[in-house]
T-cell receptor, first 111, second 115 residues
Framework: QKEVEQNSGPLSVPEGAIASLNCTYSDRGSQSFFWYRQYSGKSPELIMFIYSNGDKEDGRFTAQLNKASQYVSLLIRDSQPSDSATYLC???????????FGTGTRLTVIP | KAGVTQTPRYLIKTRGQQVTLSCSPI?????VSWYQQTPGQGLQFLFE???????NKGNFPGRFSGRQFSNSRSEMNVSTLELGDSALYLC??????????????FGPGTRLTVL
């Protein structure tokens, strides 16, 4: 079983819609959860992180964490064509600083 | 504040050679982690340095090594290059290493091609 699993997509949504990206993790000792965005040919860019159960909002982005279900999600409201990228879910275990990454979900926002 | 910088940005080497990559973290950041990104394996952790000491290591052969200097700058070295080492090598810095909300910020990466 992989440490972090994501649906590779591609996920296509129309401009202005809500994009929903999902991630599951296997280690219950995981402590912090991160979402990165990576444009083609570029390095990952941190969008937001979450470590408490529930929702965390930052502008058009909302991260949701359910530790009982070992599930993390990212909602992007009012999706824009500039949001088209690969979204990487990353997990950090308690006591370690390295991140375990999912394979990423490719999102395309159609104008 | 300047971001993470990595040099060189692109490298072409041949099998059997060795290579050294450099990373300068964000000012004030003391932890540097290295990752390898390939289309087949995705992003994989190589190692982490904090206060000039390797704190954690991923599942990579001994050909991959690194170090950190007193100013937190870090280098990684790959010896006896193989074709499969072709990848984007990413450096990430964070302020420290033992806090729950410890964000890691990535540099632009070094694209290594082994011929």
């Amino acid at each position: 079983q992989k440490e972090v699993e994501q649906n590779s997509g591609p996920l296509s949504v129309p401009e202005g819609a809500i994009a929903s990206l999902n991630c599951t993790y296997s280690d219950r000792g995981s402590q912090s959860f991160f979402w990165y965005r990576q444009y083609s040919g570029k390095s990952p860019e941190l969008i937001m992180f979450i470590y408490s159960n529930g929702d965390k909002e930052d502008g058009r982005f909302t991260a949701q964490l359910n530790k009982a279900s070992q599930y993390v999600s990212l909602l992007i409201r009012d999706s824009q064509p500039s949001d088209s990228a690969t979204y990487l879910c990353a997990v950090r275990r308690t006591g370690a600083n390295n991140l375990f990454f999912g394979t990423g979900t490719r999102l395309t926002v159609i104008p | 504040k300047a971001g993470v910088t990595q040099t060189p940005r692109y490298l072409i080497k041949t099998r059997g050679q060795q290579v050294t990559l450099s990373c300068s973290p964000i000012s004030g950041h003391r932890s540097v982690s290295w990752y390898q990104q390939t289309p087949g394996q995705g992003l994989q952790f190589l190692f982490e340095y904090f206060s000039e000491t390797q704190r954690n290591k991923g599942n990579f052969p001994g050909r991959f090594s690194g170090r950190q200097f007193s100013n937190s700058r870090s280098e990684m070295n790959v010896s006896t290059l193989e074709l499969g080492d072709s990848a984007l090598y990413l450096c990430a810095s964070s302020i420290t290493r033992d806090t729950t909300a410890n964000e890691q910020f990535f540099g632009p990466g070094t694209r290594l091609t082994v011929l």
